[in-house]
């Protein structure tokens, strides 16, 4: 560890992908904070990445940035890059860490640091830096180890002394995004006060959306075996997914599809006795306020499940697994499109019932489908992962 780290006042930590990978930085992030009486974070990140900035107490300020060494961001312009060394230079930061993926490079990031006259910097990396980073920890993932997302970054930040006390995810909601999400369950004839369940269909990448079909049938079948409401969300660009799904499922169900905004989508994950997603972001933010969580789990990567909750994390297991791929590049899908929806059913009352005080009995459960593997069944790569919580 470089000596002046115990001196670094105003910190730089840099995410620059999607919120849920946010989130799941938030444990370290406060390792890095609580680490040094009255240091400063800032947050360079995405559009979306920063969207959960509001809801995170360890970040103090952000600044956005479209990388372009990121997917998406190929059209950001140099000067872009330029300003963005200039802003940095200005801001006068002590110190920077770079958050990544296993698959990511930091080195981006380091040299836009380094331009910046940062002289402190600290990230994974596969290739030495030399320069570019005072503290470099060398790539061990995947060829000796892979970790959790949150363990991953623990152990980053580690190497400059900052050991959390909490393991938690933040989302921390305001009064009145509860008080918002519990007036528009009323709107939809809910009563936020009676157990109820939150299904999110949606998905940021096509490779990690479990198919409509399935969830129409999967509501069915919990329809029939719950006596309590099902209730959809999603942003408003999946309010057509969302209807499609009610309109083939044919049982009753509610809708706050396009209504919510995030601080009220994170209450109403709050207020759910349980939630179904995708494994995307509204699934990290049901983990950080403590909802119980079916996380419907493409096998893109191995390092995402739910963190700190109780949960079930369904899959089906194929060759492919670990693509990395935002669309299927096999264009079977199967990795979600194999788990039938009686087991998405299953999984559901099998955690109900694990809860204390589970909310609702079933009336009848859902038969398995013999032809299918068991609920969470984990692949290799999956189980050799600590598991932070009941993971089911």
């Keep these: 560890m470089s000596p002046a780290w115990p001196d670094a006042r105003r910190i730089l930590c840099v995410r620059l992908d999607s919120l849920g990978d946010v989130l799941m930085c938030t444990p370290a992030m406060r390792a890095l904070r609580d680490a040094v009486p009255g240091r400063h974070l800032t947050l360079l990140g995405s559009p979306g990445g920063l969207a959960a900035a509001p809801y995170v107490p360890e970040v103090d300020d952000v600044i956005e940035y479209r990388a ?12 872009a890059d330029l300003a963005l060394v200039e802003l940095l230079a200005a801001r006068a930061f002590d110190g920077a860490v770079i958050f990544t993926t296993y698959t990511q490079s930091a080195l ?11 002289p402190l910097g600290l990230a994974h990396s596969r290739e030495n830096p030399y320069g570019l980073l005072s ?5 061990p993932e995947p060829a000796t180890m892979v970790r959790h997302e949150v363990q991953r970054q623990l152990e980053l930040v580690k190497r400059i002394g900052c050991r959390p006390h909490d393991l938690g995810l933040s989302f921390v909601l305001g009064q009145a995004d509860l008080a918002a999400a519990e007036a528009r369950l009323r709107e939809t004839g809910v009563d936020p006060c009676r157990p109820w369940l939150l299904l999110h269909p949606g998905a940021s990448a096509a490779s990690r959306r479990y198919p ?3 969830w129409a049938r999967a509501i069915a079948l919990l329809a029939a075996a719950l006596p309590i409401p099902l209730v959809l969300a999603g942003s408003a660009n999946e309010v057509l997914l969302v209807e499609a799904i009610r309109a083939q499922c044919g049982v009753e169900t509610h809708t706050l599809a396009g209504r919510l905004t995030l601080g009220e989508l994170g209450a109403a994950m709050r207020l759910a006795a349980l939630a179904v997603t995708n494994n995307s972001g509204p699934a990290h933010i049901a983990a950080a306020v403590g909802t119980p969580v079916v996380d419907l789990y493409a096998l893109t990567n191995p390092q995402h499940t739910p963190w700190g909750v109780r949960s ?10 670990f693509c990395f791929k935002s669309v299927c590049p096999a264009g079977h899908h199967l990795c979600l499109d194999g788990v039938a929806p009686e087991r998405v059913a299953e999984a559901v009352l099998d955690l109900l019932c694990a809860l204390p005080g589970t909310p609702a009995a079933p009336r009848t459960a859902p038969a398995p489908d013999p032809a299918q593997a068991p609920a969470s069944a984990p692949t290799p790569a999956l189980a050799a992962m600590p598991a932070p919580s009941d993971a089911g």
């Design 212 to 214: 409509a079909r399935h």
């Design 135 to 139: 503290d470099w920890v060398p790539e």
């Design 68 to 79: 372009p060494w990121m997917k998406g961001n190929a059209d950001t312009p140099r000067q």
């Design 312 to 321: 079930r994390v369904l899959f089906q297991d194929v060759p492919c697994r």
């Design 108 to 118: 981006p990031a380091a040299l836009l640091c380094h331009l910046a006259g940062i």
